[in-house]
Protein backbone atom coordinates (compact mmCIF):
# COMPACT_ATOMS: atom_id res chain seq x y z
CA UNK A 1 0.00 0.00 0.00
CA UNK A 2 1.54 3.48 -0.80
CA UNK A 3 2.18 5.70 2.21
CA UNK A 4 -0.68 8.28 1.60
CA UNK A 5 1.28 11.07 3.54
CA UNK A 6 3.73 11.39 0.67
CA UNK A 7 1.13 11.88 -1.51
CA UNK A 8 -0.94 15.07 0.83
CA UNK A 9 2.91 16.10 1.02
CA UNK A 10 2.96 17.03 -3.10
CA UNK A 11 -0.32 18.04 -2.85
CA UNK A 12 -0.01 20.39 -0.15
CA UNK A 13 2.59 22.31 -1.73
CA UNK A 14 1.25 23.12 -4.73
CA UNK A 15 4.18 21.87 -6.83
CA UNK A 16 3.76 22.14 -10.46
CA UNK A 17 6.47 21.25 -13.20
CA UNK A 18 6.72 23.59 -16.43
CA UNK A 19 5.89 21.44 -19.09
CA UNK A 20 8.55 22.74 -21.22
CA UNK A 21 11.04 22.57 -19.18
CA UNK A 22 12.96 19.18 -20.24
CA UNK A 23 16.07 17.28 -17.74
CA UNK A 24 16.04 14.48 -19.66
CA UNK A 25 14.73 13.34 -23.24
CA UNK A 26 15.81 10.33 -25.85
CA UNK A 27 13.99 9.00 -28.86
CA UNK A 28 14.44 6.08 -30.15
CA UNK A 29 17.56 4.79 -27.81
CA UNK A 30 18.45 1.60 -28.55
CA UNK A 31 21.07 -0.89 -27.05
CA UNK A 32 22.17 -4.49 -28.41
CA UNK A 33 24.17 -7.07 -27.59
CA UNK A 34 25.17 -9.30 -30.43
CA UNK A 35 21.86 -10.15 -31.21
CA UNK A 36 19.98 -9.20 -27.89
CA UNK A 37 18.10 -5.97 -27.90
CA UNK A 38 18.25 -4.74 -24.49
CA UNK A 39 16.38 -1.81 -25.06
CA UNK A 40 14.15 -1.24 -28.70
CA UNK A 41 13.76 2.36 -29.68
CA UNK A 42 12.88 4.12 -26.25
CA UNK A 43 11.60 7.72 -26.53
CA UNK A 44 10.35 9.32 -23.33
CA UNK A 45 11.47 12.76 -21.54
CA UNK A 46 11.34 14.04 -17.84
CA UNK A 47 10.95 17.19 -17.10
CA UNK A 48 12.52 19.19 -14.68
CA UNK A 49 11.64 18.58 -10.75
CA UNK A 50 10.21 15.46 -11.36
CA UNK A 51 9.97 11.77 -10.06
CA UNK A 52 10.18 10.11 -13.38
CA UNK A 53 9.71 6.29 -12.77
CA UNK A 54 11.03 3.52 -14.81
CA UNK A 55 9.22 0.64 -14.06
CA UNK A 56 9.54 -3.65 -15.55
CA UNK A 57 10.08 -6.69 -14.46
CA UNK A 58 14.10 -7.64 -14.06
CA UNK A 59 15.85 -8.05 -16.99
CA UNK A 60 13.59 -5.07 -18.93
CA UNK A 61 16.18 -3.15 -19.91
CA UNK A 62 15.40 -0.68 -16.65
CA UNK A 63 19.34 -0.57 -15.51
CA UNK A 64 20.54 -0.56 -19.36
CA UNK A 65 18.62 2.34 -20.03
CA UNK A 66 20.02 4.35 -16.92
CA UNK A 67 23.53 3.36 -17.76
CA UNK A 68 23.08 4.68 -21.08
CA UNK A 69 22.03 7.93 -19.79
CA UNK A 70 24.35 8.10 -17.18
CA UNK A 71 27.12 8.04 -19.84
CA UNK A 72 28.79 4.71 -18.63
CA UNK A 73 27.12 3.13 -22.03
CA UNK A 74 27.07 4.07 -25.25
CA UNK A 75 23.94 3.22 -27.25
CA UNK A 76 23.66 1.25 -30.29
CA UNK A 77 21.43 3.97 -31.90
CA UNK A 78 19.09 6.94 -30.83
CA UNK A 79 19.61 10.06 -29.55
CA UNK A 80 19.41 12.11 -26.06
CA UNK A 81 19.84 14.87 -23.57
CA UNK A 82 20.34 15.34 -19.89
CA UNK A 83 20.43 18.44 -18.66
CA UNK A 84 21.19 19.46 -22.37
CA UNK A 85 24.16 17.53 -22.96
CA UNK A 86 24.12 14.98 -25.71
CA UNK A 87 24.21 11.47 -24.21
CA UNK A 88 27.10 10.20 -26.84
CA UNK A 89 29.07 13.54 -27.43
CA UNK A 90 29.04 14.85 -23.92
CA UNK A 91 28.82 11.87 -21.54
CA UNK A 92 31.90 13.26 -19.27
CA UNK A 93 29.51 16.47 -18.98
CA UNK A 94 26.68 14.78 -18.40
CA UNK A 95 28.57 12.90 -15.09
CA UNK A 96 29.71 16.33 -13.73
CA UNK A 97 26.00 17.28 -12.87
CA UNK A 98 24.17 14.18 -12.00
CA UNK A 99 23.71 11.91 -8.81
CA UNK A 100 23.99 8.29 -9.85
CA UNK A 101 22.79 5.54 -6.96
CA UNK A 102 23.45 1.88 -8.61
CA UNK A 103 21.45 -1.05 -7.24
CA UNK A 104 24.40 -2.20 -5.33
CA UNK A 105 24.77 1.49 -3.53
CA UNK A 106 28.31 1.71 -4.96
CA UNK A 107 29.74 1.77 -1.38
CA UNK A 108 33.05 0.13 -0.04
CA UNK A 109 31.97 -1.78 2.59
CA UNK A 110 35.44 -2.06 3.80
CA UNK A 111 35.54 1.67 4.63
CA UNK A 112 34.27 3.10 7.38
CA UNK A 113 30.97 5.07 6.86
CA UNK A 114 33.02 8.68 6.73
CA UNK A 115 35.74 7.40 4.72
CA UNK A 116 33.25 6.75 2.11
CA UNK A 117 31.52 9.79 2.25
CA UNK A 118 35.29 11.40 2.26
CA UNK A 119 36.12 9.36 -1.27
CA UNK A 120 32.86 10.33 -2.45
CA UNK A 121 33.51 14.03 -1.92
CA UNK A 122 36.67 14.29 -3.52
CA UNK A 123 35.24 11.77 -6.71
CA UNK A 124 32.21 14.39 -7.41
CA UNK A 125 34.80 17.18 -6.61
CA UNK A 126 33.09 19.04 -3.84
CA UNK A 127 34.65 22.06 -3.01
CA UNK A 128 36.88 22.12 0.28
CA UNK A 129 35.17 24.47 1.92
CA UNK A 130 32.21 22.94 1.72
CA UNK A 131 33.16 18.95 2.46
CA UNK A 132 32.77 19.10 6.12
CA UNK A 133 29.05 20.72 5.73
CA UNK A 134 28.52 17.88 3.19
CA UNK A 135 30.00 15.11 5.27
CA UNK A 136 27.69 16.04 8.46
CA UNK A 137 24.66 17.02 6.33
CA UNK A 138 24.81 12.99 4.86
CA UNK A 139 25.45 11.58 8.35
CA UNK A 140 22.46 13.19 9.18
CA UNK A 141 20.00 12.50 6.08
CA UNK A 142 21.32 9.04 6.99
CA UNK A 143 21.32 8.43 10.89
CA UNK A 144 24.71 7.78 11.21
CA UNK A 145 26.13 10.56 13.36
CA UNK A 146 26.57 8.19 15.71
CA UNK A 147 28.13 5.62 13.49
CA UNK A 148 30.90 7.77 11.52
CA UNK A 149 33.12 5.05 12.70
CA UNK A 150 31.39 1.54 11.44
CA UNK A 151 32.52 -0.78 9.09
CA UNK A 152 30.23 -0.03 5.96
CA UNK A 153 29.30 -3.70 6.06
CA UNK A 154 28.32 -3.96 9.09
CA UNK A 155 25.37 -1.49 8.13
CA UNK A 156 21.53 -3.03 7.68
CA UNK A 157 20.15 -2.53 4.64
CA UNK A 158 17.99 0.38 5.30
CA UNK A 159 21.49 2.59 6.89
CA UNK A 160 23.67 1.35 3.55
CA UNK A 161 20.69 2.64 1.72
CA UNK A 162 20.37 5.96 2.61
CA UNK A 163 24.43 6.27 3.02
CA UNK A 164 24.70 5.46 -0.99
CA UNK A 165 22.27 7.86 -1.46
CA UNK A 166 23.85 10.85 0.72
CA UNK A 167 27.02 10.09 -1.45
CA UNK A 168 25.59 10.18 -4.59
CA UNK A 169 24.29 13.65 -3.70
CA UNK A 170 27.36 15.43 -2.10
CA UNK A 171 27.80 17.56 -4.61
CA UNK A 172 23.96 18.54 -4.55
CA UNK A 173 23.43 17.61 -8.54
CA UNK A 174 20.27 18.35 -10.13
CA UNK A 175 19.62 14.92 -11.67
CA UNK A 176 19.54 12.42 -9.84
CA UNK A 177 19.20 8.56 -11.33
CA UNK A 178 18.42 5.82 -8.70
CA UNK A 179 18.91 1.99 -10.17
CA UNK A 180 16.53 -0.05 -8.40
CA UNK A 181 17.15 1.89 -4.93
CA UNK A 182 14.87 -0.02 -2.73
CA UNK A 183 15.80 -3.56 -3.67
CA UNK A 184 16.58 -5.81 -1.03
CA UNK A 185 15.66 -3.43 1.87
CA UNK A 186 12.98 -4.31 4.07
CA UNK A 187 9.47 -2.68 3.83
CA UNK A 188 9.62 0.68 6.83
CA UNK A 189 13.50 1.63 4.73
CA UNK A 190 11.31 1.49 1.71
CA UNK A 191 8.93 3.92 3.17
CA UNK A 192 11.52 6.16 4.38
CA UNK A 193 13.74 6.38 1.05
CA UNK A 194 10.36 7.59 -0.42
CA UNK A 195 9.89 10.08 1.78
CA UNK A 196 13.92 11.51 1.15
CA UNK A 197 13.21 11.12 -2.62
CA UNK A 198 9.69 13.04 -2.22
CA UNK A 199 11.64 16.05 -0.49
CA UNK A 200 14.66 16.02 -3.03
CA UNK A 201 11.81 16.11 -5.84
CA UNK A 202 10.01 19.13 -3.51
CA UNK A 203 13.27 21.25 -3.76
CA UNK A 204 13.70 21.06 -7.39
CA UNK A 205 16.01 18.30 -8.00
CA UNK A 206 14.91 15.98 -10.86
CA UNK A 207 14.50 12.02 -9.89
CA UNK A 208 15.06 9.16 -12.08
CA UNK A 209 13.97 6.23 -10.25
CA UNK A 210 14.09 2.65 -11.77
CA UNK A 211 12.30 -0.29 -9.88
CA UNK A 212 10.09 -3.63 -10.36
CA UNK A 213 7.84 -2.92 -7.62
CA UNK A 214 4.70 -2.02 -8.67
CA UNK A 215 3.07 -0.76 -5.10
CA UNK A 216 6.14 2.63 -5.65
CA UNK A 217 4.36 3.71 -9.05
CA UNK A 218 1.79 5.81 -7.08
CA UNK A 219 5.01 7.61 -5.44
CA UNK A 220 5.80 8.90 -8.81
CA UNK A 221 4.48 12.19 -11.00
CA UNK A 222 4.71 10.29 -14.05
CA UNK A 223 5.64 6.54 -15.22
CA UNK A 224 7.01 4.64 -18.00
CA UNK A 225 6.60 1.00 -18.97
CA UNK A 226 9.40 -1.52 -19.90
CA UNK A 227 9.04 -4.54 -21.01
CA UNK A 228 11.01 -7.14 -22.74
CA UNK A 229 13.12 -3.30 -23.87
CA UNK A 230 10.33 -1.98 -25.21
CA UNK A 231 8.11 0.69 -23.00
CA UNK A 232 4.65 -0.26 -23.32
CA UNK A 233 3.28 2.89 -21.98
CA UNK A 234 4.07 5.91 -20.07
CA UNK A 235 1.53 8.62 -18.23
CA UNK A 236 1.10 9.50 -14.88
CA UNK A 237 -0.53 6.96 -12.73
CA UNK A 238 -4.17 7.79 -13.05
CA UNK A 239 -3.89 8.06 -16.95
CA UNK A 240 -2.35 4.26 -16.69
CA UNK A 241 -5.25 3.40 -14.90
CA UNK A 242 -8.04 5.12 -17.05
CA UNK A 243 -6.60 4.40 -19.86
CA UNK A 244 -4.91 1.02 -20.11
CA UNK A 245 -7.29 -0.24 -17.90
CA UNK A 246 -10.13 -1.64 -20.11
CA UNK A 247 -11.90 -4.31 -17.77
CA UNK A 248 -12.71 -4.42 -14.39
CA UNK A 249 -10.70 -6.02 -11.63
CA UNK A 250 -12.55 -8.34 -8.73
CA UNK A 251 -10.72 -8.77 -5.12
CA UNK A 252 -12.12 -12.31 -3.64
CA UNK A 253 -11.39 -12.51 -0.05
CA UNK A 254 -11.18 -16.60 0.23
CA UNK A 255 -10.58 -18.32 3.63
CA UNK A 256 -7.95 -21.17 1.29
CA UNK A 257 -6.36 -18.35 -1.52
CA UNK A 258 -3.57 -21.13 -2.72
CA UNK A 259 -6.67 -23.63 -2.86
CA UNK A 260 -8.96 -21.00 -4.37
CA UNK A 261 -6.19 -20.04 -7.11
CA UNK A 262 -5.55 -23.26 -8.56
CA UNK A 263 -9.78 -23.98 -8.30
CA UNK A 264 -10.42 -20.75 -10.72
CA UNK A 265 -7.71 -21.82 -13.01
CA UNK A 266 -9.21 -25.52 -12.83
CA UNK A 267 -12.43 -23.66 -13.97
CA UNK A 268 -10.57 -21.31 -16.77
CA UNK A 269 -10.89 -18.22 -14.57
CA UNK A 270 -7.29 -16.21 -14.25
CA UNK A 271 -6.49 -15.00 -11.09
CA UNK A 272 -3.54 -13.27 -9.29
CA UNK A 273 -3.01 -13.54 -5.39
CA UNK A 274 -2.40 -9.93 -3.98
CA UNK A 275 -1.81 -10.58 -0.36
CA UNK A 276 -3.96 -12.29 1.27
CA UNK A 277 -6.63 -11.98 -1.51
CA UNK A 278 -7.04 -12.87 -5.25
CA UNK A 279 -7.31 -10.17 -8.13
CA UNK A 280 -9.01 -11.21 -11.05
CA UNK A 281 -9.47 -9.10 -14.77
CA UNK A 282 -12.84 -9.22 -16.02
CA UNK A 283 -15.06 -7.78 -18.97
CA UNK A 284 -18.37 -7.88 -16.77
CA UNK A 285 -18.08 -7.77 -13.16
CA UNK A 286 -21.24 -8.49 -12.26
CA UNK A 287 -21.73 -11.81 -14.12
CA UNK A 288 -17.95 -13.08 -13.07
CA UNK A 289 -18.89 -11.78 -9.51
CA UNK A 290 -21.78 -14.67 -9.34
CA UNK A 291 -19.99 -17.39 -11.42
CA UNK A 292 -16.61 -16.95 -9.11
CA UNK A 293 -18.91 -17.39 -5.91
CA UNK A 294 -20.29 -20.42 -7.40
CA UNK A 295 -17.46 -22.45 -8.37
CA UNK A 296 -15.80 -21.37 -5.12
CA UNK A 297 -18.74 -22.25 -2.83
CA UNK A 298 -19.35 -25.39 -5.08
CA UNK A 299 -15.65 -26.68 -3.69
CA UNK A 300 -16.36 -25.88 0.19
CA UNK A 301 -14.73 -22.60 0.39
CA UNK A 302 -16.12 -19.47 2.34
CA UNK A 303 -16.38 -16.78 0.11
CA UNK A 304 -15.77 -13.26 2.57
CA UNK A 305 -16.26 -11.00 -0.05
CA UNK A 306 -16.11 -10.61 -3.33
CA UNK A 307 -15.75 -6.76 -4.53
CA UNK A 308 -14.73 -4.36 -7.47
CA UNK A 309 -11.87 -2.27 -7.06
CA UNK A 310 -9.97 0.76 -8.42
CA UNK A 311 -6.55 -1.59 -10.25
CA UNK A 312 -3.69 -1.34 -8.79
CA UNK A 313 -0.47 -0.40 -11.55
CA UNK A 314 0.32 -4.28 -11.53
CA UNK A 315 -3.12 -5.05 -12.77
CA UNK A 316 -2.36 -2.83 -15.55
CA UNK A 317 1.15 -3.90 -16.14
CA UNK A 318 -0.48 -7.53 -16.54
CA UNK A 319 -2.95 -6.20 -19.30
CA UNK A 320 -0.45 -4.86 -20.77
CA UNK A 321 1.65 -7.71 -21.02
CA UNK A 322 -1.05 -9.96 -21.74
CA UNK A 323 -1.87 -7.37 -24.46
CA UNK A 324 1.51 -7.37 -26.15
Known amino acids: MVDSSLQKGKKSEGRSVNEGNIAVEVEN ?37 IRMLCGLLMPTGGSGTVGGFDIIKESESIKKIIGYMSQRF ?30 EWALEMAGLKDQR ?13 RLALGCAILHQPPIIFLDEPTSGVDPISRRNFWHL ?8 TTVFVTT ?27 ELRKGYMKHHVLEVEVD ?39 VLEGSDLSVR ?6 PSLEDVFVTLIEAS
Request: charged share 30%; net charge neutral.
Open 29 to 65: LRRTFGNFVAVDDISLNVKKGEIFGFLGPNGAGKSTT
Open 106 to 135: SLYNDLTVEENINFFGGVYNVPKEKRQERK
Open 149 to 161: KAITRTLAGGFKQ
Open 197 to 204: INEMSMAG
Open 212 to 238: HYMDEADYCDRLALIYRGKLIAEGTPA
Open 256 to 294: KVVEALDILSKSGIDAAIFGSALHIIVEDGEEANRRIRT
Open 305 to 310: RIEKIV
